[in-house]
């Protein structure tokens, strides 16, 4: 396969529409087809796929269905889609568009159309895939994602280090989320995780604190020249601010509401490139906080390094 070029998988149940269209295509493009909706569904499993034209009808399943079944699943609902329909159906333009279509191109076609409004669509994905690799954004909080966190903790660590200040960083996690999660469903998951950002971004209230989702329900704030005191003022303060939330949490065994855990670290830095350590030592105090019952914070101390440096299977 050319590397170079972007790969247009064209599923149509009947081969000579399938084969106009690739013939229109296959001089700028890595043009596959399928002849079927499952068969395109297991296409997209095992070959990176650029975009697809996705006929509308065809037996067993129609290309709405296929569309749904794409944009359901996370590893494909980013390919855009475009709908190829036959003469007299284009009431179900809408339909199509709003299940996610990029576009809704009506037979006949016209070669220089179809390849202008194909070279549109792939130009615009990969717009959005550049914004989303260089994004300190992340997608569903809004909050700053784990890679600006990884810069803002280089950042922050040398420059404690070069003015002799205390880091300290809080390592937050939500209590039993999976639990909420499977008695509330996804939808309510991702809401909960967007108020406790925001929580999150209101507890912390000076301007060079960072607050980042380190991944899943785990919350990271940096609090540069924030001695230990200062940051469990802050902990107590996340920890009121998302009680106030009042989040149900039937299943949690802790509370009826939301709750979360924090592991506080704070350190004067004193060699360059220990961030790492910092969030090690967060990570651990966050570890005894969920041994001992959650719903607290936990400072951590020294002798927790040499305690429980083997015991960090976390969950
Ligand atoms: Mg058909």
């Known amino acids: 396969m050319d590397l170079e070029k972007q790969t247009i998988l064209i599923v149509d149940d009947v081969y000579f529409n399938a084969k106009i269209i690739e013939d229109i295509l296959c001089e700028d493009y890595e043009v596959v087809t399928a002849r079927s909706g499952k068969e395109c569904l297991e296409y997209v499993k095992s070959t990176k796929i650029d975009l697809i034209i996705l006929d509308v009808v065809m ?26 329909s036959g003469r007299g159906e284009s009431q179900n333009e809408t339909k199509g568009l709003e299940l996610g279509a990029v576009d809704y191109i009506i037979r006949p076609i016209h070669p220089l159309v179809i390849k202008a409004r194909i070279k549109n669509h792939l130009a615009l994905k990969n717009q959005r895939d550049i914004l989303e690799k260089f994004s300190f954004r992340d997608a569903l909080t809004g909050i700053f994602n784990r890679r600006y966190l990884d810069e803002a903790l280089k950042k922050e660590w040398h420059g404690s280090l070069r003015k002799g200040e205390v880091l300290s960083a809080l390592l937050i996690d939500i209590d039993y989320f999976k639990k909420y999660n499977d008695f509330y469903g996804h939808v309510a998951g991702d ?6 950002a925001e929580a999150l971004q209101k507890s912390s ?31 107590q303060r996340i920890q009121n601010n998302i009680a106030a939330l009042k989040i149900e949490n039937e299943k949690s065994p802790v509370d009826t509401y939301i709750t979360v855990s924090t592991g506080i670290a704070s350190t004067i830095p ?16 966050l570890y ?15 002798t927790d390094f040499k305690k429980s440096r083997s015991l960090r299977p976390r969950t």
């Open 205 to 235: 209230l000076r301007a060079g604190d960072v607050v980042a989702r380190y991944g899943g329900e785990e919350f990271m704030v940096i609090l540069p020249a924030t001695p230990q005191q200062g940051a469990v003022c802050i902990a």
């Open 270 to 285: 004193m060699i360059t490139g220990g961030q790492k350590e910092l969030v090690e030592m967060a990570d651990l105090a």
């Open 191 to 196: 809401q909960c995780l967007c108020m406790v």
């Open 59 to 84: 037996p067993d399943m129609d290309g709405y269905e296929v569309c749904r079944k794409l944009k359901a699943n996370p590893a494909t609902k980013k390919i855009p889609v475009i709908f190829l």
């Open 288 to 302: 005894k906080v969920k041994n001992n019952g959650r719903n607290a914070y936990q400072v951590f101390l020294d």
